[in-house]
């Protein structure tokens, strides 16, 4: 579940606000409850941070029927950048500066991640829990004051249905005094993690939000130097930062993930009509479904439907398959095979060429695609006629996935490459030229008798 919510903020992290100046720092939210199925995946304003009624409006089903309890955890400054980039989002989990948040939502009964809340939503929030619960007005606890959290748990007994909204100050500002914003976001990380565990030694359910008073200020970006050109990090599209890059497709959703795929660009085409799948299979905006993927310690497969591609449910399977070779004493995984399935049509299946690596190391491919080297059709191959996939700048890895993030890569590029071919023929023609000369060479033999021009002529005998 922690997982979860941090891939969500960190891919919408990217996501521009609308209202307020661009580029300016977005304020997040995240929910998370002791009692289950509070809040199902909301749809959200696209673009847009959400306004106070919209917060109420997504919140008060959750709250109703939830624990009467409800802890608001306000930082004095907080912005998505400070979860992606001090929160371990990619498995940095040692150097994370949340792991009493990570574990509280990892634990949770049910969660909810917003990225984004407007200013006004932001400040009327603790008015917003009092409107949804019909609570009194907003206990507040300061952080470290928990001997009073502890001694009220006695009191609820003469009316245990009354709804409570406690609001948990935290003493530290990012970044505030000599601390730097790691540091001052371990010690609220701290507070937070005290409160709840006070509560769950007095086993009492609860609600929790955290988010902050206000929004971070985004860093004042350094001077441009117009003398010198920019670079993309990763040189995509000239110059600039180029696109966020989206994080790995993951099965299973829940739990430490088994298979990881990212790709640049995948593609199809069918019948001379392409289709870009690659919005629908990463990123935020993806609506790829993995139902029917499975694992085991030697066979994976990781099916991709899309429910409504060229008019029919398309699917596109990885077949990964695992085994010990007794030559080179070690586990070797490789992937297999390609297969595209459209509606009830038949399936087209290929076979992958040198996609093998030893087991602890993952694949990538810079392009694989059919028609081409690496993807070969198998029969009946009249069904792959139509067809034509590309994916571009693969990398996968099925088995030995560690901290939710791809590992080494074994890479498809061999060395007798086009290049490489050119120059060994060139270097073998050059060099089969200069021993053909040096053997002329060494053949030559000078003559043992001569005449010589100053002196009396030479007789030679006729017999010789």
């Given amino acids: ?20 100046p661009a580029g300016a720092a977005q304020l997040p939210l995240l929910v998370w409850s002791t009692e289950r199925s509070l809040w199902s995946p909301p749809s959200l304003p696209g673009g847009r941070a959400l306004s106070e009624p919209e917060l109420q409006q997504l919140l008060e089903p959750g709250l109703r029927r939830g624990p009467r309890t409800v802890l608001l955890f306000l930082q004095d400054q907080l912005s998505v950048d400070d979860l992606t980039a001090f929160g371990a989002v990619f498995g940095n989990e040692p150097n994370g500066a949340f792991p009493k948040l990570r574990d509280a939502l990892g634990s949770a009964g049910s ?16 008015l917003t829990l009092q409107r949804a619960l019909g609570a009194p007005a907003p206990l507040r606890l300061p952080g470290g004051a928990l001997g009073g959290l502890r001694r009220n748990r006695t009191e ?15 003493p530290h500002s990012r970044g505030s005094g000599l601390m730097g914003p790691r540091e001052a976001l371990s010690r609220n990380d701290a507070v937070l993690g005290e409160v709840l565990q006070v509560l769950q030694e007095e086993q009492l359910p609860y609600t929790a939000l955290f988010t902050g008073h206000r929004a971070t200020a985004p860093p004042v970006p350094p001077p441009l130097d117009f003398g010198v050109p920019r670079r993309g990090l990763l040189a995509l599209g000239g110059e600039g930062e180029g696109p966020e890059v989206p994080p790995p497709l993951r099965w299973p959703l829940q739990g430490d993930p088994k298979i990881l795929l990212w790709a640049r660009n995948l593609s199809v085409t069918f019948g001379g009509r392409p289709r870009d799948l690659t919005p629908q299979t990463f990123g ?17 497969r ?27 004493g ?40 059919a028609p081409g080297p ?8 009249e069904h792959g006629q139509s067809w034509s996939i590309r994916i571009r700048e693969l990398q996968v890895q099925a088995f030995n996935v560690s901290g939710g993030v791809f590992g080494a890569a074994s890479d498809c590029a061999g060395f007798f490459g086009a290049g490489a071919w050119m120059g060994l023929i060139s270097g073998g023609l050059l060099l089969g030229g200069l021993l053909l000369g040096g053997g002329v060479l060494l053949g030559l033999r000078p003559m043992d008798r001569f005449d010589d021009p100053r002196g009396p002529p030479l007789p030679v005998p006729l017999g010789e």
């Fill in 302 to 328: 990781l099916v991709l439907r899309y429910p409504d591609v060229f008019g029919e449910p398309l699917n596109i399977t990885f077949l990964f398959r695992r085994a010990w070779f007794p030559v080179s």
């Fill in 111 to 126: 969660a909810l991640a917003l990225p984004w809340l407007s200013g006004a939503a932001a400040a009327a929030l603790p």
């Fill in 330 to 369: 070690r586990p070797w995984a490789w992937l297999e095979e390609l297969g595209v399935t459209l509606g009830g049509a038949p399936p087209v299946r290929f076979r992958v060429r040198g996609a093998a690596a030893p087991s602890p190391l993952g694949w990538r491919c810079g392009d694989l695609g």
């Fill in 284 to 300: 935020a905006a993806a609506t790829v479904e993995l139902g029917g993927s499975s694992w085991s310690p030697h066979e994976a």
């Fill in 1 to 20: 579940m922690a997982a979860l919510l941090w891939a969500l903020l960190s891919a919408l992290a990217g996501l521009a606000p609308g209202p307020g």
């Fill in 156 to 170: 609820p007994e003469n009316d245990p249905g009354e709804p409570t909204v406690l609001l948990v100050g935290l």
């Fill in 374 to 381: 690496l993807l070969l059709p198998l029969p009946p191959l």
